[in-house]
Structures are given as structure tokens and as C-alpha cells.
């Protein structure tokens, strides 16, 4: 069965970090690009950090870059999301899909995702 679980959402004071993960599932995991997608409430899915099958090349929204750290590990089948210095701007549900950029917004792969909240 073809799956991806997102966990480790949470609430998160201005300034905080938190680490996000994905577990993967039923596919060739160390082949695919993978990607984070966000959704605010009331807002679009907005493209957040892509990451090559390998994980050697990233990518980042210009709102997260310097901020944002992706990892993929092929040897457990986890994708990571590093966020620092977290804002209120950052609180959405949090979303990992196959895909590489904007393209993994249309992905037919995505998990259910996990809650992140931002606030003092």
C-alpha cells in the first residue's frame, strides 16, 4: 500500500523550532523526489522545500529559505522538515508529496498531514 504519514506537528512559540517528519511506504522511496507542501486556513497549498531522490540538491520557497532545512534519509524511508525561527506566518498543515517544485502540488501522492501552529 502506497503511503506517506506525516507527524511531529505542534504548537510553537514566535522564534521556536520544530522538526517535522514523513514516513513513506509502498513505493521505491530512494527513487522518488520529494517535496513540502503547506495550506493555511483559507489559503491555497503554497509549495514549501523540494528535495532530489538522492537528497543531494534542495530547494526553497523564498519565505522559508535560511529558515527551512529538508532532509531525506533512503536508508529509513523518512522525509524531514528542520523549521527555525518559526513565525505565525508559518502555522498551516503541513503536507509531504512525491514531486519535485510546484509540480508536487498537483501530486497524486500526498500524506493527510500534521498541524503546525505558531502563536504566543
Known amino acids: 500500500q502506497v503511503q506517506l504519514v506525516e507527524s511531529g506537528g505542534d504548537w510553537v512559540q514566535p522564534g521556536g523550532s520544530l522538526n517535522i517528519s514523513c514516513t513513506a511506504s509502498?513505493?521505491?522511496?530512494?527513487?522518488?523526489?520529494m517535496s513540502w507542501l503547506r495550506q493555511a486556513p483559507g489559503k491555497e497549498v503554497e509549495w514549501v522545500a523540494s528535495v532530489t531522490a538522492s537528497g543531494r540538491t534542495d530547494a526553497y520557497a523564498d519565505s522559508v529559505r535560511g529558515r527551512f532545512l529538508i532532509h531525506k534519509d533512503n536508508t529509513k524511508n523518512i522525509l524531514i522538515l528542520q523549521m527555525n525561527s518559526l513565525e505565525p506566518g508559518d502555522t498551516a498543515l503541513y503536507y509531504c508529496?512525491?514531486?519535485?517544485?510546484?509540480?508536487?502540488?498537483?501530486?497524486?501522492?500526498r500524506g493527510q498531514g500534521t498541524q503546525v501552529t505558531v502563536s504566543s
Open positions: 509502498g513505493f521505491t522511496f530512494s527513487s522518488t523526489l
Open positions: 508529496a512525491s514531486g519535485y517544485g510546484l509540480e508536487s502540488i498537483s501530486s497524486g501522492l
